[in-house]
């Protein structure tokens, strides 16, 4: 065989093992890998139709290379059998493909009405008003007054239902291994829910906005962490006590080789004119600060990343991002509050980055806790 016949197939066997390659059935966004009820029942609805079509492929496949084989032309010169106009192969080839759409849409239908139909809330749900805002997530629990922005806390084992709405373009809710996607859509209330259970490993879930909203839209991720009851209890209670938020507003960070001051950060805070945008709880005790359509920063030291899941909330890291916010991701809102000369620019970093990391006590946990499906 001449050597070309093989490097024709080189290169789509390449590509081929070179798509394969690249999946991971268990990544940290993977939706074959799921965790939740809904995410699930989507899964068993595509596994079995999956396999329906694994059957009627390797039949037609079957069929196709039996006749090729066995009817070949082996120099016959006379017509085959002409079966055109055969009313029992017309009936036969009508009712098997009627007989897969029934079998397909019979689950289908019943998975649709399981998972996707609004459910009414009660008291034993954990109801969160999700907020899309270009390119960051707000997150309210009315239950507990809490307001936070990206990384959403739910305990296991409670079924979470979430009312999504946007406040400017389309954007789309989508946290793989929990549930599917669904769309938050301005002066429209959307509803998403799902369940957890004892199988559900608590950790960190990876999600993204799955619609397309211009600007940093590939930036905009959000990650829910699913904990232990007791934990969430813990992260309830460090928002609802004011005094508790600022405990640790005193003290020093070492920030890329800047001393930072905690206190210094605090009153620039209010200097810079941070304040005028993000809320933070306790700030002024009994005076609500920001405006709710920018991101809360209530307790910030807890959580694990920052800009909507783009760096790891670590004080290096939240330096770059308010020294220069659209080189970390381009076109978002957030000032530029320096300018490159500014002599002070450094330590004022410095001093902001200890305030922000120092709200929040037991910000060391949250911080800890790992993606599953890794990083
Ligand atoms: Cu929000 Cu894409």
Redesign the pocket.
């Known amino acids: 065989m001449p050597a070309n016949r093989w490097t024709r197939y080189a290169l789509p066997t390449a590509l081929v093992l070179l798509a394969v390659s690249g999946c991971a059935f268990d990544g940290p966004r993977s939706t074959l890998d799921p965790v939740a009820y809904v995410a699930r029942e989507q899964m068993e609805l595509f596994t079995f139709t999956f396999q329906l079509s694994l059957f009627v492929m390797a039949i037609v496949v079957g069929v196709l290379a039996y006749a090729l084989i066995r009817y070949r032309h082996a120099g016959k010169k006379e017509l085959p059998n002409q079966t055109h106009g055969s009313v029992p192969l017309e009936v036969t080839w009508t009712l098997i493909p009627v007989i897969i759409v029934v079998l397909i849409a019979v689950p289908t239908v019943r998975t649709i009405f399981e998972t996707e139909q609004r459910v009414e809330p009660t008291s034993e749900d954990l109801i969160v008003n999700v907020r899309?805002y270009?390119?960051w997530w707000a997150f309210e629990y009315p239950e507990y007054g809490i307001v936070t922005a990206n990384e959403l806390h739910v305990p296991r084992g409670r079924r979470v239902v979430l009312n999504l709405t946007s406040m400017d373009v389309l954007?789309?809710f989508w946290v793989p291994k929990l549930a599917g996607k669904r769309d938050l859509i301005p002066n429209q209330d959307n509803q998403l829910w799902f369940t957890t259970d004892e199988d559900t490993p608590t950790g960190i879930y990876l999600g993204h906005?799955a619609?397309?909203?211009l600007g940093a839209?590939a930036y905009?991720r959000m990650r829910v962490m699913v904990d232990e009851p007791q934990e969430f209890e813990g992260w309830v209670e460090s928002f609802q006590d004011e005094g508790a938020q600022q405990v640790q507003a005193s003290g020093t960070l070492d920030v890329g080789g800047v001393t930072g001051s905690v206190d210094e950060g605090r009153v620039l805070f209010g200097q810079k004119g941070c304040a005028g945008c993000h809320t933070i709880e306790g700030y002024y005790p009994g005076v609500t600060i920001g405006d709710p359509d920018f991101p809360n920063l209530t307790n910030f030291g807890q959580r694990t990343t920052i800009a909507a899941g783009v760096l790891e909330n670590t004080p290096e890291n939240l330096a770059r991002w308010l020294r220069d916010p659209q080189e970390v991701k381009p076109t978002n809102y957030m000032p530029t509050l320096w300018s490159e000369d500014d002599p002070l620019r450094e330590e004022q970093i410095a001093d902001l980055v200890a305030y922000l990391l120092s709200l929040g006590a037991d910000g060391e946990e949250q911080a800890q806790a790992s993606v599953v499906g890794g990083n």
Request: charge should be negative; charged fraction near 10%; hydrophobic fraction near 25%.
């Open positions: 899309g270009q390119w954007h789309s906005c619609e397309l909203c839209h905009m």
